[in-house]
């Protein structure tokens, strides 16, 4: 969470100079460095409810999809694991690209071979703890469906991490945008619309946001 604090606060500092070069008021500056740091709060202050409210909203469900992706990498994570501890002999702790290896190829020796051929020698597993041998194409086509599932997760945590950085983009715009118009005149939060696709070819979410002008 602190890289998503980090670079919030930078395109803060990046949008200050522009609010101070077109003379926004006060008011209309506080509300955006609010709506900035915390969707919704800017909002909120100027009487905007609803529009606040829409915005901490989506700022508590696209933390809740990061929670919930990032336990569903970890559960397949360590699924995966264990079918290769099973089905493989595979011990002790390893990265993950030994994980990617070892289910597109049935033993290390075959690995080994290949590598040899290409000349990376820097990719050779050497060690004894390095060891597999996948006791059916079955098991081994199973750990890898099952590891990339657990990629696609973790993947989408970081998609997510962008629509967090948006969110907080488009408060702090509309925040501002509304208070300029007065406490009294609210917008609708009805216009904004946000949404996460699934990549049909790729692993994780196409986030957007939607304004209708």
Avoid: C
Avoid at 165 to 193: E, F
């Amino acid at each position: 969470m602190h890289r998503i604090l980090i670079i919030i606060l930078s395109v803060g500092l990046l949008v200050s100079p522009a609010i101070g070069a077109s003379k926004i008021s006060r008011e209309r500056g506080d509300a955006f460095l609010k709506s900035l740091v915390l969707p919704g709060w800017g909002q909120y202050d100027s009487g905007h409810r609803k529009s606040a409210v829409f915005f901490a909203l989506s700022e508590f469900a696209i933390i809740g999809g990061m929670v919930a992706f990032r336990a569903h990498g970890s559960a397949k994570r360590d699924d995966y694991k264990a079918l290769a501890t099973m089905h493989a002999g595979v011990v002790g702790e390893h990265s993950h690209d030994f994980y990617v290896d070892i289910g597109n190829w049935d033993n290390v020796d075959d690995y080994n071979e290949q590598r040899l051929q290409d000349r990376e020698f820097d990719r050779l597993y050497t060690s004894t703890l390095d060891s597999w041998e996948w006791d059916s194409q079955e098991s081994r086509i199973q750990m890898e469906k099952i590891r990339i599932q657990s990629d696609k997760s973790f993947n989408s945590v970081y998609y997510l991490i962008g629509g967090i950085v948006l969110n907080h983009i488009a408060s702090a715009i509309h925040a501002g945008r509304v208070t300029s118009k007065g406490k009294t005149q609210a917008t609708s939060s009805r216009d904004w619309h946000l949404g996460f696709t699934p990549l049909a070819r790729s692993q994780g979410l196409s986030v957007h946001l939607n304004y209708a002008f």
